[in-house]
């Protein structure tokens, strides 16, 4: 079941792709909003990325921090970025760490063949890691501009 509102998040550290690793929660940030993601370089997950990285200016005006997680390579996420030109920053899951930890690790149906796989959500958290908004199911077309209004109602 995914973590909700008033929810506590893990901690958790995962890689990213200038070869450190993004630590949560993180004290020092306002508020971050983390968007998981099922697959690098698929069309729904290339407009969202695509959207949150035309937005990253306005969330870092506020002091938002932003990041986007699948369960891709360093290196597939790497090829994402320079493919499509995204400045968010994307952190590398394989091993469904916050995946898992977040919920988002569902069993999914298409063309009536069930898998398990990555649900499109998204959290906003403070930096205690206590979730003051979510999504789950998203859509991903306009969705990283309802996040950066939730972002300024929230402050």
Not at 9 to 23: K, S
Not at 45 to 50: D, G, P, Q, Y
Not at 59 to 76: C, R
Not at 114 to 132: A, N
């Amino acid at each position: 079941m995914s973590l909700s509102v008033n929810d506590i998040i893990p901690n958790f550290c995962l890689p990213n792709t200038t070869g450190g690793e993004v630590c949560l929660p993180d004290a020092s940030a306002k508020l971050t909003v983390l968007y998981f993601y099922p697959k690098d370089n698929t069309s729904g997950c290339t407009l969202e990325a695509k959207e949150f990285s035309e937005l990253l200016p306005k969330f870092t005006e506020l002091g938002v921090k932003v990041y986007g997680i699948s369960q891709d390579s360093v290196a597939s996420h790497e090829k994402f970025i320079q493919k499509q030109e995204l400045t968010v920053p994307l952190l590398s899951d394989p091993d469904h760490i916050a995946i898992e930890g977040f919920g988002v690790w569902i069993q999914k149906k298409l063309y009536g063949r069930e898998y398990m796989g990555v649900d499109r959500s998204t959290f906003i958290i403070d930096g205690f890691g206590k979730i003051l908004a979510s999504w789950n199911k998203v859509k991903a077309k306009g969705h990283a501009a309802v996040v950066l209004q939730k972002v300024q109602e929230l402050r």
